[in-house]
């Protein structure tokens, strides 16, 4: 093995198991009771412990041991167990750098136990400085659970759930959304959604920062919201950084760690900016940064149109389309910007399908930045070159050609919706009464008719299953009515 590939990460976790004996005939053993290896006892086990070791630079793993508890396993024979894996690991010249574990109760108690601190976030086992590393996934939900039930505060910004909640409420209504994975899962998560690391995630994103700052601008919500916002985009940016699971990922700070002056720029001032972000609870009693030391700990290991433009958009002009008497402005602000976002992405597919001089210049010929795509403004990752960054925004005719075809494909969804060949129907329907005109000859109509209707098919039945979940059976059609 390279050096490279020798370094390694000592994972512990836990999980709750159910109590539960049987006899092993072929050891004369009975299993299921406390066992740590050493030694055993009569109680039934009720947690189970593992200790992985894997790659910190290649795709390797080996789980190195597990221990059954009736509770949560010594933190000081935690400590005694990671010192004999660390000597083991090393005898067997593997370099161990850092060790992760989530931010369970036992474990905040073994992280002081070896004398981990914000500013010293090491310690030594076996003559060797170990990084402590707390899972990045367990912390992005700590912030989402501190959001629901407290307010974040820093310079004369505030944060307050309930704007999330109010952009949702307008939000999931609409026919085109902004932010279309949330649900009611994500606003108001139970004990279970909690656990669920993507609730967190999908919330604190670049795609709800984006609609709330979208949202704020067209006035649908307060100025106040502005912190919020702010504090969602710094979440998903940071988080990014620590979740790379791409080598060429399509946002900016979701890049492999590779030390790049952007990447330590902004983990200096994610060092600062929570230093000074102070917890105020629902009795508007502030504390101070304890609440954040542990993300303090792992941030602390990282001290003009062209003139091409022009013709295309003459050519398109003197073109007679079909669509001409449909307007796609008599939406309504909000929906009119996820609208947008959605015909960028469908002409992003076309480009895939075909892509020529003329279909890129059609694609993205819309340079004006006007209240209608606010949205794409500020979804795009990166708007150094660009108002939109690398998101499509086509000529107008393209966008009064889908409106068309939504209203198309809504008027027929529910008399065909139970036909076989459903969206074969569906795209008839849509091909016989719209009509569209691409100033390239060789542009993808059918694969444009076909992705429009699985992609519109498959919003109605993830609405519809969304609905049923709280739902009787016995008004599961309705369910399926709402969803269209």
């Known amino acids: 093995m390279r050096e490279e590939d020798k370094m390694c990460v000592l994972c512990i976790d836990e999980l709750a198991i159910k109590a539960n ?15 740590d290896g050493i030694s055993r006892s009569l109680t039934p086990a009720s947690t189970a412990a593992v200790i992985m070791a894997r790659g910190l630079k290649s795709n390797w793993k080996q789980p190195l041991g597990y221990v059954f508890t009736s509770t949560t396993y010594s933190v000081v024979k935690t400590k005694d167990l990671l010192e004999k894996f660390i000597i083991a690991l090393d005898s067997v010249d593997l370099n161990t750098i850092a060790l992760v574990t989530d931010m369970g109760s036992n474990f905040m108690e073994l992280s002081k136990l070896l004398g981990v601190t914000k500013e010293k976030p090491v310690f030594t086992l076996g003559n060797k400085e170990i990084f402590y590393v707390f899972d990045p996934p367990h912390l992005v939900k700590a912030v989402r659970n501190n959001m629901l039930l407290n307010s974040f505060c820093w310079d004369d910004k505030k944060t307050c759930w309930q704007y999330i909640v109010d952009f949702y409420n307008r939000d999931k209504n609409l026919t085109n959304r902004c932010a279309p994975r949330l649900t009611n899962a994500h606003i108001a998560p139970g004990k279970f959604e909690k656990m669920r690391v ?17 949202y704020i601008e067209l006035k649908g919500l307060p100025e106040d919201a502005t912190g919020t916002m702010e504090f969602v985009a710094f979440f998903d940016k940071l988080f990014d950084i620590f979740n790379s699971s791409k080598l060429y990922p399509c946002k900016q700070y ?9 990447q330590i720029e902004f983990l200096q ?7 000074k972000l102070k917890v105020i609870n629902a009795r508007e009693q502030m504390n101070c940064m304890e609440d954040f030391d542990q993300l303090l700990l ?23 389309f079909a669509v001409n008497n449909c307007d796609y402005h ?3 602000l909000p929906e009119q910007n996820a609208f947008k976002y959605v015909c960028g992405y469908l002409i992003h597919k076309c480009l895939q399908a075909h892509k020529c001089d003329v279909c890129t210049q059609f694609a993205t010929v819309n340079q004006q930045l006007d209240d209608s795509n606010l949205f794409v403004h500020y979804k795009a990752y990166s708007n150094e070159y660009s108002l939109f960054g690398g998101l499509k925004t086509p000529h107008e005719s393209f966008y009064n050609y889908i409106y068309l075809l939504e209203k198309v494909f809504f008027s027929n969804i529910e008399d ?26 060789s542009f993808p109509y059918d694969y444009l008719l076909q992705l429009f209707v699985r992609l519109r098919l ?17 008004n599961r059609k309705i369910c399926i009515l709402m969803g269209l």
Request: proline residues 4%.
């Open 269 to 275: 001032n994610a060092l600062e900016f929570l230093q």
């Open 254 to 262: 979701a890049k492999p760690f590779s030390g790049q002056p952007f």
């Open 298 to 320: 792992n941030l602390s290991e990282f001290r003009e149109v062209s003139v091409a433009s022009l013709e295309i958009e003459e050519a398109a002009n003197k073109l007679s």
């Open 21 to 35: 004996l049987f006899y092993n005939y072929g050891r004369d053993t009975v299993r299921g009771v406390e066992d």
């Open 416 to 441: 065909k919706f139970v036909q076989p060949r459903v969206g074969y129907s569906l795209y008839l329907s849509c091909k016989e009464i719209v009509g569209f005109t691409h100033p390239c000859t």
């Open 458 to 474: 498959f919003y109605v039945i993830k609405n519809s299953n969304r609905n049923f979940k709280n739902t009787s059976k016995k």
């Open 198 to 214: 993507k609730y967190a995630t999908q919330v604190l994103s670049a795609t709800v920062a984006g609609s709330l700052h979208t």
């Open 330 to 332: 008599t939406q309504p």
